[in-house]
């Protein structure tokens, strides 16, 4: 089994910066992408940003471009996500993700472990 848990959520004023991570463990595949979703209250989980196994590779939602970043060390078996210049509306359950294989991906049924969520809210 693999488990993932993701840290680094909290309160933030607008215009301010946080670092989630998200490190995973148990019987982990050889390779593997990672993704970050959040959900809102109310809403849909939304894609947010994905990796490739290398790490030369990533994807992230219009949103978020320009403001948020993601990372990974494999050596650590955990990626990050570096989110600067937060606004009110990023307010959500932040969940990271992961996926067999190299490739990145962006819908939600393509990732096949997920982890417990982190909350993080940014006040106007």
């Known amino acids: 089994q693999v488990q993932l848990v993701e840290s680094g959520g909290g309160l933030v004023q607008a215009g301010g910066s946080l670092r989630l991570s998200c490190e995973v463990s148990?019987?982990?595949?050889?390779?593997?992408?990672m993704g970050w979703f959040r959900q809102a209250p109310g809403k849909e989980r939304e894609f947010v940003a994905a990796i490739s196994w290398s790490g030369g590779r990533t994807y992230s939602a219009d949103s978020v471009k320009g403001r948020f970043t993601i990372s990974r060390d494999n050596a650590k078996n955990t990626d990050y996500l570096q989110m600067n210049s937060l606004k009110p509306e990023d307010t959500a359950i932040y969940y990271c993700?992961?996926?067999?294989?190299?490739?990145?991906?962006?819908?939600?049924?393509?990732?096949?472990?997920w982890g417990l969520g982190t909350q993080v809210t940014v006040s106007s």
């Open positions: 993700a992961v996926r067999r294989g190299v490739t990145i991906a962006w819908r939600a049924y393509e990732y096949d472990y």
């Open positions: 148990g019987r982990t595949f050889s390779s593997y992408a």
